[in-house]
């Protein structure tokens, strides 16, 4: 059976929730997870979100250097310096979608400092961010009606041009997904 969407996102946790909710104003969004919509390590994740919020103590540079020395010098710059830009954007998307994160009595946050951090820059809800991000956001899927979401499905396949008998590997330029098999383990199709 084929089944047709404008976008198919795989994986229920932040990334393919917050994608999905990005793209479903564009066209309708099949949203495929292996269990349950709860079940993902999103859910776990207790300590919090690091983020630039304050640029009175703190700065994209300094975040950006954390990190490096964090991932002793391994990790792609360019892969670090685009994550530490964009994530006040994507804090406030998030805060958008619903996420509550913790707040002092002056109504500013309550960043904690924590890991590799030199400044207080950890945002969090309590004790567990992972579970306050995971319940908004699939209050915020639930509720969006471009978004149809299919539970206990399992991705088996990307479909790519090797399914037209070119050769793809990972250093394949402008790799082209034109869906997935999608597996039903109840019914075995
Ligand atoms: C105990 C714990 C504590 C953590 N603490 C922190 C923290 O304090 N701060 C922090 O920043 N990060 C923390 N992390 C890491 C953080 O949770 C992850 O980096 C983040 O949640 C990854 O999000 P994701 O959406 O990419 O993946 P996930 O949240 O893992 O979501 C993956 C989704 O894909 C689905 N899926 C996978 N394969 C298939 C398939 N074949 N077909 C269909 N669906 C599939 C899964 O069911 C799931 O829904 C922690 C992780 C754990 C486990």
Redesign the pocket.
């Known amino acids: 059976m084929v089944k047709k969407f404008d976008f198919l996102v ?7 929730m917050s994608f999905a909710l990005k793209v479903a104003h564009k066209g309708k969004v099949a949203l ?4 349950g919509l709860e ?4 859910y ?6 690091a983020s630039v919020t304050n640029l009175l103590v703190d700065n994209f540079d300094k975040h950006i250097e954390d990190t490096m020395i964090a991932g002793d010098w391994i990790s792609d710059r360019a892969a670090v310096e685009k994550v530490v830009r964009e994530a006040p954007a994507q804090i406030e998307a998030l805060i958008n979608w619903g996420v509550e994160f913790d707040k002092n009595e002056e109504g500013e946050f309550d960043l904690h400092r924590e890991g590799g951090h030199s400044e207080f820059r950890i945002l969090h809800h309590k004790d567990n ?2 579970a306050e991000i995971q319940d908004s956001l699939i209050k915020a899927v639930q509720r969006h009606p471009n978004i149809t979401v299919i539970e206990n ?3 088996v396949e990307i479909l790519t041009q090797h399914h037209l008998g070119v050769t793809v590997t990972r250093q394949t330029p402008d790799i082209k997904c034109y869906g997935a098999y999608i597996l039903d383990p109840k019914t075995g199709r």
């Open positions: 795989i994986g229920s946790g932040i990334a393919g495929i997870c292996k269990s079940e993902a390590n999103t776990f994740a207790q300590g919090g979100v961010t992972g499905h399992f991705a």
